[in-house]
């Protein structure tokens, strides 16, 4: 039996509800989706590297390598979990109820509470992350290039938000299907 052509098509769960986000949100998250291998890679690597070289430099280059790249990996997922609605919640309950005023106005609110503080982080960073790059500086502790990646992962972070947060309103505000008007009022159209 087929269904009937006014049907939508089903609904990939691996995809989240509602239109995607633009291809290149997507395309950053598929290669941030490589740097936990690394990550894995290099922090396995530390322990025969320090066995091989004893105290020298290799230890501490993959741990300062793995830190940064850490950092652009969580920058991306935060803003992909959000995404998807998977990131953690105080309450569950309240996370799988999707339907209705509420969950819309819940929606809204959160997009507007992220909004202003990932705006506030981007113009704030903007210029010391600047800075950290044209001087390409140093890990502190070991002074192995690349720290000012951890910074750039900072700018990543607030700026990915924002934009979502952009998307998420823009979503809500001007909804796809928007209900008719029946000419009474609380009460959607046939």
């Known amino acids: 039996?087929?269904?009937?052509?006014?049907?939508?098509?089903?609904?990939?769960?691996?995809?989240?509800?509602?239109?995607?986000?633009?291809?290149?949100?997507?395309?950053?998250?598929?290669?941030?989706?490589?740097?936990?291998?690394?990550?894995?890679?290099?922090?396995?690597?530390?322990?025969?590297?320090?066995?091989?070289?004893g105290s020298g430099n290799g230890p501490t280059q993959a741990n300062d390598l793995a830190q940064w790249l850490f950092a652009l990996y969580v920058a991306v997922a935060l803003r992909h979990a959000g995404r998807r609605g998977a990131h953690l919640v105080a309450r569950p309950d309240l996370a799988a109820d999707n339907a209705g005023r509420r969950a819309r106005l819940r929606r809204i609110g959160a997009a507007l509470c992220v909004l202003p503080w990932a705006l506030f982080l981007?113009?704030?960073?903007?210029?010391?992350?600047m800075r950290s790059v044209e001087a390409l500086e140093l890990f502190p502790d070991t002074f192995n290039p690349g720290y000012f990646m951890i910074k750039v992962a900072l700018l990543l972070l607030a700026a990915l938000l924002a934009v979502q947060s952009m998307l998420d309103l823009w979503q809500e505000l001007h909804p796809a299907n928007p209900p008719e008007d029946t000419g009474q009022p609380g009460q959607p159209g046939p």
């Open 1 to 53: 039996m087929t269904p009937p052509a006014d049907t939508p098509p089903p609904v990939d769960s691996a995809e989240p509800s509602g239109p995607p986000a633009p291809r290149w949100l997507d395309w950053i998250d598929r290669v941030a989706m490589t740097f936990a291998v690394a990550i894995a890679l290099l922090l396995f690597a530390q322990w025969p590297l320090r066995d091989l070289a």
């Open 122 to 129: 981007v113009f704030t960073a903007a210029a010391p992350v």
